[in-house]
Every structure is written in C-alpha cells, then in structure tokens.
C-alpha cells in the first residue's frame, strides 16, 4: 500500500463481504478482521489479492497458541461474532490480522530501493534545472542533453509511481501515484516529442518549450517524501519488538541436583521456565516473569510497567511483575505466569491492537484525485475530438490536447503534502519535536482532550528530598549528614536522593562502617562509634511526635540512634516547574486536561494542585491496561485525545491514543508507540508540538487549496483553446514554485513564548 486510498479500497472490498468487519492500517500494514458465517482465512486473503495487493496471516505478538485454535492451513469456519487470529505456523487465536506488509528485511530493502532513486534523481535533476532555468547555461544539443538526463530520472527513479498508477488502472481505480504518474509522464512525453520532431528551443529562443525539469523535480520531491515516510512508517513496527527486549533473557531457576539432592541454581533462556518454578533474583537484575516472592525482601523498581516513582517493597508472598528491577534485596520467586499470559505480552497485545485499530486517515488529495484524473482524462478526449471535428486540423486538436493535460498536470498537487511535511518536520527536529508522518497533522488539528502521565511527564521522575523535619534542637543539615552517610552504602532510589540533597548543600559526609543491608526496611551503619540507622519507623522503639508525620508528601524514611527516631526525611517525584505554565498553555487553547499516574491517590492530588488540574480530572493507582482503557473510554464518549507519556506503561495508551506524544527522557518503546517524540523533557514542547503540527497541517492545506484551485481555474481555458502548451508549462512550473514558496515560510516558524 503506498496510500491512505489503498488502504480505504481493501477494507472497503473486505467489507463488501457478508458479515466482514475489517480496519485496515496504512501506518501498520496490517488489517484487523472480524467475520461471522462460512469464509476462512483463505477466503479473506482472496479478497484482498483480488483487490490487487498481496496479505499473509499472521499471528499478534505473544499470542501464539494461546487458546483454542484454527489451523491456517486446514481452515474451520468460525462461529458468529468470533474472530481468528491465524498463524502460518498453525496455531492460532481470537483476532485476526491480515498482514498486508511485508517482513523486516524486505522493509528495510524497500527503504534502501527508495534512498537509492531518490539519490540518483536529485543527481541528475539538478543540471537539467540548471539548463532550463539559468540563462547563459546552454551546451550543445542541449534539447537532447536534458532529454538524456531525464529519462532516467522518469522511467527509473519515478517507477514506484508509474508502476502503482498502472496498477490502480488495472482495477479501474486511481491515487496520487495515478496524478503523480500522470503529471510526470505528461510533461516528459510532451518535451520528447518536441525533441523529437526538431521543435525545440533554447533559452530566450524560439521553438516549442520543453519540460523536463518539471518531470524532474517533481519526482525527485515525491521520492524523497516517500522514503522519509517509509523510514517513519517502519519505525512505528519497532514499539513492539522493543517491549518484549524489555523481559530478562535468561533466568537462574532453583532446581533438584539429581545426584546429590541438593538444590541448586541453573541459569536457562527465561522461554524454558514453566508456571510454578522457582528463580533467583539479584540486585540489579530483571525480574524474568511474574511471580509471587517465596523468601526474601527488597525493593523493586516498576516504574517501566506500572509508572510508580517510588520503589515498590516487597516479600515473601508479594506479586512481582516481569520486567521490574531488583534494586536491594535477594529475592526468591514462584513464576505464576509465563510466555503470552505476562503482564508485559499483555500490553505488546494491547499495543498491536490498538496500532491496528487506528481508523485510516484519508488525505484530500486522495479523496479528490478519484474524481479529478477521469474528468481530466475524459476532457483531454473531448478537447481532441472536439477540435479535430470543428476545425479538420489533427496537429492543432493534439496541441489543445495536450495543453489540457499539461495545464492539469497536478505537479503542485503532488508537491502540496511532501514539501510542508519536510519543512515542518525538519523545523520541528531542530526544536527537538519529531513528527511521524502527515496522518499525525491531521489527528493533532482535532484534539480536544489531553490525557498527561505523571511520572517523568508532568514530574521530573526523580526522587528528591522536598522535607528534613528534626525532633528538638537538632540541626537539619547534622539530621541530613548522619542520614547520608549511612544511605552512601545503598543503591535504593530513596537513599541516592538523600545522598544528592546532602552533596547539593555541599555538607561535610562523614566515613561511615560496619554497612549493614535491611531489605525491605533501610539500613544502618557506625558513624564515630554510634549505630546510625536510617529507614522505616518500625525500626525504632521511640518515633516522638513532632517527626512522626512529616506534612510534605512523599516517601518517608527515618534516622535515629539508640532507638529513637531523631529527624525524618521525605523524598517524593518533583513537579517541573514549566508544567504549570504547560497546562494552562493548554487550558487557554480550549483543551480539556487529565492527570493519569500508577502512583497512590495523595501524591496525584498533589501534583494536580500545582498545575492546575482539577480534582475531579485526576485518576491514580491505574496500571498500563487501565490508561488504555481510560483512553478508549474517552473517545467513545466522542472526545479527540491526545496522550503524553513517557513510559512502557504507556505505550497502550499512546497507541490507542488518537494523537501519541512521548517525552524524551523516556524509553524507546513509548517513542516508537507515539505519533510525536518530544527530545526536550519539558511539557511546554508538548504545546510547541501540537502548534507546529497545526502551523505544516494549514500550510498543506493551503498548497491543496491553491492547487486545486490553479487546476479547476486553468482547465478551461486550455479547453477553450487559450493556452498553448508552452504557456500551460509556464503556469504549472509557477504554480509549483507558489507551493514550494509557501511551504518554506514554515522554516521561520516560531514556538509561542
């Protein structure tokens, strides 16, 4: 598929079919379908062969094999309101998705195709430009020089073009490839012929006009749009192969030694561990799949799954989620869930889907070209018989004609989306805003809700001390010393912001010894003979009022000696200071804000409080399948939402989302999920975005409407007889050199303050 019309004509043949519900995704390439009655999936795959594009099943990641199935290669009927999900390797289950698209390798080989004509065109088109526009630049046989210098650039490079314009005829159908193919073969085959039958001019002289730098330059524009897009387009495919690299690799599983007896460790590819075996897990490792902890204490860092800022302690009988970091403790844990059913290949499914389920957005330009190249078609006819009827001359009627089909040639038609994309995209990476694609234009126009994610996206995602509260007369920074010195020999996220708050201050650390480890609770240390400890309050004996509830919100731990809680200090996730300015950029562009986050309901309330989201617009302890469906819930309800995030856990929703901003100080599984990626950790880029997106949508915008409107204006005239080919050239060559114009006034395009 190479446009958003062939993607509309296969689910429109797909849904021709009786009981057929079919999306297809241009973005994707893949088809989503859900049938009742008597077809199969060959029946289905048929369909869209027939339409003139090839399809394979598939099988959706992680979902092999899972339930009960239909062998692809031994079709069975499926019930009413079941879908299959086929696999070429013989399993599959519920869903089926058509994969319209081709395999990685492939992928990238069409990216290089398309690099390679790009190249080779822009090579030659630049001397053929120079001929035809620079006076004084003549050489001899000039007319045939251009014409040498072209017909690579229209038959080679251009042959993606030619070949989907032949292709659509075939079917009787047309895209921009026929109004692309169109404009371009009738500009070079127009010159050939003046070359060919000795009627060529030079600059300044006389003789027929020639065309060649249209055909050139025009093909040079599409490829170079074509490939960027193909570039974007497959970058999208990577967000799910970059959530399952987030599981562990291998596993260390407790396992009977049969010789001895005795149990011992055995490291394995976490794809052999069963549901119910036992693994180890130490500091700094992944946990590999979900599971309950058997023995042991820690803290487990799940800020990629569940969006947490804090470290979640668990223990013997806790549940783990795979894809979490181990930061203290050892852990031992029971897997209770393994391959397809864990959390993680729950939200690559959710993302599959709901990647796939994007309705497709048809451009303008597609729209209009099934109308507008018959009717030029049929007038270019007309123009001919009519002539050669009223005036008996077949070489004036062929010249009318032609000038009819030149003066119509869509070349600003063609140039109106590509030009305004690579300017805006271009000025956009230069503010550090990447935009995927013209489709994401056309959703950020319509937003009307923003859905923000907390962690890392409204806060900064790093712990910091924001509280020291001290019982009596003890000094703060004497309470933050003691605490440091002790967390110095901890690798726990509570104890590196402790640390950095007392380096920040530039306070005297003193040597702590005798580290002693308490996972689950803190830790403790000899500072100058005394034991310092330093973590939860029921470590000590005595916690005096006036520490034991510190008003910051946070997480709290405590310093004492002797068994007495002396000072407490509260770390929380810190709230940018753009964020505000952020949401009420927002607010005043008439959208409506949401607080999202997997932390409790306190800490959301009160980063809510501070940039000015109401209360009643705020939802927390919600995990990555519960923001897909708060995303979904809204636009059902008819709202046009936008969501910014940063996290795995965010990659649904982000997917799901009708627009996807990532923040870039997130992980690449969110930034391949999104629509935009944002490289400046700031909200206030995610307003810049949604400005520079609407800036390129209207200047395309305006290109379609002056190309559209130079074509419907012209027509007649050519018709009429007024134009002859060398002038009709002029005019479009001018009216493609208004759109370019137009689109590189986005290069000076400015942020609001």
């Known amino acids: 598929m190479t446009c958003a019309s062939c993607s509309a004509r296969i689910e429109k043949k797909l849904g021709r079919l009786e009981g057929v519900d079919a999306v297809v995704n241009l973005a994707t390439e893949k088809a989503r379908v859900r049938w009742s009655g008597p ?11 027939r339409t003139g594009y090839g399809a394979e099943p598939i099988a959706a990641p992680g979902r092999a094999g899972r339930d009960t199935s239909v062998d692809s290669r031994t079709p069975e009927r499926a019930t009413p309101d079941t879908s299959v999900e086929s696999s070429t390797a013989g399993r599959a289950t519920p869903d089926t998705f058509v994969d319209s698209g081709t395999p990685a390798d ?48 229209v038959a080679w490079a251009g042959w993606p073009f030619h070949r989907s314009a032949a292709l659509n005829a075939r079917h009787l159908a047309s895209t921009m490839d026929t109004l692309v193919s169109l404009g371009v073969l009738a500009a070079y085959l127009s010159s050939l012929v003046v070359v060919l039958t000795g009627r060529a001019g030079g600059m300044g002289g006389g003789g027929s006009h020639l065309w060649f730098e249209t055909a050139t330059v025009v ?69 590999a799949t979900d599971g309950t902890v058997r023995d042991g204490r820690s803290a487990l860092d799940a800020s990629l799954v569940t969006g947490e800022s804090a470290p979640v302690e668990v223990g013997p009988g806790s549940e783990v989620t795979g894809g979490t970091i181990n930061t203290t403790g050892r852990l031992v844990v029971e897997a209770t869930r393994v391959g397809s059913e864990t959390t993680l290949a729950g939200i690559a499914r959710l993302v599959e ?73 271009g000025r956009g990476a230069r503010l550090g805003i990447l935009i995927k694609g013209a489709d994401v234009l056309e959703d950020t126009r319509r937003v009307d809700t923003v859905v923000l994610d907390k962690t890392g996206t409204v806060t900064t995602g790093e712990m910091t001390l924001v509280e020291v509260t001290t019982h009596g007369r003890l000094p703060k920074d004497q309470a933050l010393r003691a ?28 040597e702590a010894s ?56 509260t770390v929380a996730d810190t709230v940018r200071r753009s964020s505000g300015r952020a949401v009420r950029a927002l607010d005043e562009s008439g959208m409506v804000c949401y607080l999202l986050t997997g932390d409790h309901d306190r800490a959301a309330l009160t980063v809510a409080r501070d940039v000015g ?25 008819g ?71 130079y074509n419907v204006a012209a027509i007649p005239l050519a018709v009429a007889g007024l134009l002859d080919p060398m002038v009709a050239g002029a005019a479009m060559a001018l009216s493609s050199v208004l759109v370019v114009t137009n689109s590189l006034r986005l290069r000076r395009w400015t942020p609001r303050s």
């Not at 690299?245 to 052999?272: F, H, M, N, W, Y």
């Not at 909200?683 to 975005?689: E, G, M, R, T």
């Open 613 to 637: 989201i109401p209360v009643g617009r705020v939802v927390a302890d919600v995990r990555p399948e519960d923001k897909h469906a708060m995303v979904a819930d809204l636009q059902q309800r």
């Open 483 to 510: 605490a440091a010195a002790v967390e110095a020999g901890s690798e726990h996220p509570v104890a590196k912001a402790v640390l950095a708050a007392a380096r920040s201050r530039a306070l005297a650390v003193p």
């Open 514 to 569: 005798d580290f002693e480890a308490l996972p689950g609770s803190g830790a403790q240390a000899l500072i100058k003979g005394t034991r310092v400890t330093v973590g939860r309050a029921d470590l000590f004996d005595t916690v005096p009022a006036d520490v034991a509830s510190p008003s910051a919100e946070g997480t709290t731990v405590w310093v004492g000696w002797d068994g007495t809680a002396r000072a407490s200090l």
């Open 353 to 425: 889907r709901a990647q796939t389920s994007k309705a497709p957005v048809q451009r303008l330009a597609d729209r209009v070209s099934a109308v507008f190249v018959p009717v030029v078609l049929g007038l270019a006819v007309l123009t001919l018989v009519g002539w050669w009827v009223g005036t008996g001359d077949a070489g004036g009627a062929l010249e009318v004609a032609v000038s009819v089909l030149v003066i119509a040639c869509p070349c600003a038609l063609g140039l109106a989306t590509p030009t305004a994309l690579l300017v805006g995209t």
């Open 39 to 49: 077809l199969t999936v060959e029946d289905i795959v048929a369909t869209v062969q």
């Open 639 to 709: 709202r046009v939402v936008a969501m910014v995030g940063d996290g795995v856990n965010d990659a649904a929703a982000l997917a799901q989302a009708d627009l996807g901003i990532a923040m870039g100080s997130g992980t690449d599984v969110a930034a391949e999920a999104a629509d935009i990626v944002l490289l400046r950790s700031e909200l206030p880029a995610v307003v810049a975005a949604m400005d520079l997106s609407r800036a390129t949508l209207r200047t395309i915008r305006q290109n379609l409407v002056w190309a559209f409107g």
């Open 106 to 153: 492939h992928q990238v080989a069409r990216q290089d195709d398309l690099r390679r004509r790009a190249e080779l065109a822009a090579l030659l088109t630049v001397p053929v430009v120079v001929l035809a526009m620079v006076p004084g630049a003549d050489v001899p046989a000039e007319p045939w020089v251009q014409l040498a210098l072209a017909t690579p650039v």
């Open 219 to 287: 093909t040079t524009f599409l490829l170079v749009g074509r490939w960027m897009e193909a570039r974007a387009t497959d970058r999208t495919r990577d967000s799910l192969r970059g959530l399952l690299d987030l599981a562990a690799k291998d596993v260390a599983v407790l396992r009977t030694d049969t010789a001895s007896g005795a149990t011992v460790e055995q490291r394995i590819p976490v794809e052999a561990l069963e549901v119910g075996e036992r693994f180890v897990v130490r500091p700094g490792e992944k946990v």
